[in-house]
């Protein structure tokens, strides 16, 4: 839980290391909850603050003395009430301060602070201290030098110690709590962002593409027959393996096939397989896509180009389970599910005999409708960012940036081949601009500058007053529109007035306001 790498390198507790130091002559250290050591205590160069504390690390045994004070120490602050306790260490009368580490309510290690002893220490005691360092294995020069080295801490002066020591444990405590927090808001925010503005790489997060995703959440689980109405490049196959990728036919196969793709023969076989000498050319038995998906999934693309003989064939397998290949006599089971997809007008085909009806609401029992680009202009950015990550990653490019002007044309303009196209242009503008760091707006295909800017103007208004009334200005610049809209629509005011939003009759009082009739102006040549 607490990152004891990046505690030791705390800014704050380095500074509370330092004034404790030379102001008590302590060395400062960290445990864990198991009593392993997070500090540099144990480094060949460690540069120790109190020179008693190299002397015992140098000892034979000195780890092993230091490991038992630790684990001492460990049990008696894990079940204090307070935050600090202080004992007696393995050498009589030198003693060690432990202040507990919690997060979240667990106890989770300890701050050490080591070695000091009393003012009340006596000579004899001090020298107590010296026999048991040579009895452990020091010499007699490095033991004296070790004791001399103690300092002497007065009641004030330990209080001091211990809330200073508790300000390095809550230190920790306060840095990890707020670490955990942001690593799990990130992981919400991550989590958000899985749900709210990605469903199996499909990306959006306009209100309209929420609505797609709740919808395939509840359908994905589901066995029913799924149909996918949307423009082309709105992402009607990736649709289907999302739901597919999310259900529980995941394991299994998903297989995708484009209905326009072939002629009625074609495609019967390709659905529904054939047997060897169905044909010329059947020289073996072949699977058919239902055949193949047994188990799982099959996208049916473009099923508003199917014929209404394929659609016959189509309806029995949903209906009942069961197929024909071609050329065979004994039908076949199988267990898929089906999606299908189209951009036509199924309603309007049924009204004309083009599709049938009775195969329209079995494969409509979910409608999944995908909105078109230009209709959640919101998620243009979230989709410009995605590719162009992908794109420089692809090409070893470092992420380039988006002129303000390149962003806002890109979001003006209509993307009539919506994601499929805008994903197209951003490929392209990043090979464009090559070593640049930002796309600027110079780099953008000419449909896009045409459409967003308008395409150059056709006459001047210069002839029109500037000067004077807005009144009068107004009339010339209504006149002067009206005398270009007749001329361009060859006199046709029906088509004029719905260009100009008015009424007919309005358009006919304004000619004949500003005499623009066409009659007139003959009768006055």
Not at 102 to 110: C, N, P
Not at 390 to 399: D, H, N, R
Request: one cysteine or more.
């Amino acid at each position: 839980m607490i990152d004891w790498t990046a505690i030791k390198d705390l800014h704050a507790n380095k500074k509370l290391e330092e004034v404790i130091g030379k102001w008590f002559g302590v060395d400062i250290f960290y445990t864990d909850k198991h009593g392993n050591v997070h500090s540099n205590i144990f480094d060949k160069d460690h540069e120790f603050v109190n020179h008693f504390f190299k002397v015992q690390l140098h000892m034979p045994h000195g780890k092993d003395f230091l490991a038992e004070d630790i684990q001492t120490g460990l049990e008696k602050v894990k079940n204090a009430d307070g935050q600090c306790f202080y004992f007696d260490s393995y050498f009589p009368h030198v003693r060690m301060l432990a202040s507990k580490i919690v997060v979240d309510g667990e106890f989770q290690g300890a701050v050490f602070a080591y070695p000091y002893v009393t003012d009340q220490a006596t000579t004899a005691e001090v020298q107590e201290i010296v026999d048991k360092m040579v009895s452990c294995g020091a010499t007699e020069v490095d033991a004296s030098s070790a004791c001399d080295h103690l300092k002497k801490l007065a009641v004030h002066e330990f209080e001091y110690l211990r809330e200073l020591i508790g300000l390095v444990a809550q230190e920790i405590s306060t840095v990890t709590d707020e670490v955990s927090k942001r690593e799990s808001r990130i992981h919400d925010l991550n989590a958000q962002l899985g749900n709210k503005y990605r469903y199996h790489n499909i990306i959006g997060k306009s209100k309209a593409m929420q609505s797609v995703y709740h919808l395939l959440t509840k359908v994905s689980n589901s066995e029913a027959t799924i149909l996918i109405q949307g423009e082309n490049g709105t992402g009607k196959e990736m649709v289907a393996k999302a739901i597919h990728y999310n259900s529980p036919r995941k394991d299994a196969v998903f297989l995708a096939v484009n209905c326009s793709a072939f002629n009625d023969n074609l495609l019967d076989s390709e659905l529904f397989g054939h047997v060897k000498g169905a044909f010329t050319g059947a020289i073996k038995d072949k699977k058919g896509f239902f055949e193949a998906a047994n188990g799982g999934t099959l996208f049916l693309d473009e099923i508003g180009d199917m014929t209404l003989a394929m659609q016959v064939k189509l309806l029995r397998v949903l209906q009942e389970g069961t197929f024909l290949p071609v050329g065979a006599t004994q039908a076949r089971k199988v267990n898929v599910r089906v999606v299908a997809a189209t951009n036509k007008p199924l309603k309007e085909m049924i009204q004309k005999g083009e599709f049938r009806e009775d195969l329209y609401y079995r494969i409509n029992v979910i409608n999944v409708a995908l909105p078109a680009l230009r209709e959640r202009r919101e998620d243009i950015p979230v989709l410009m960012d995605h590719f162009l990550d992908k794109k420089c990653a692809e090409m070893g490019y470092t992420l380039k940036t988006w002129a303000k002007k390149t962003l806002e044309k890109m979001i003006d303009f209509k993307w009539p081949g919506n994601v499929r196209q805008l994903q197209n242009e951003v490929e392209r503008l990043v090979v464009l601009a090559g070593d640049d760091k930002t796309i600027t707006p110079d780099l953008l295909s000419s449909v896009i500058t045409d459409a967003v800017d308008g395409p150059a103007k056709v006459g001047n208004l210069k002839g029109i007053n500037t000067n004077g009334g807005l009144k009068a200005a107004l009339e010339e610049l209504e006149a002067y529109m009206i005398k270009e809209g007749l001329k361009r629509c060859n006199y046709n005011k029906s088509r004029l007035s719905k260009e100009l939003g008015i009424s007919r009759a309005g358009l006919i009082m304004k000619v004949d306001k500003y005499g623009l009739d066409k009659r007139n102006k003959a009768a006055n040549e």
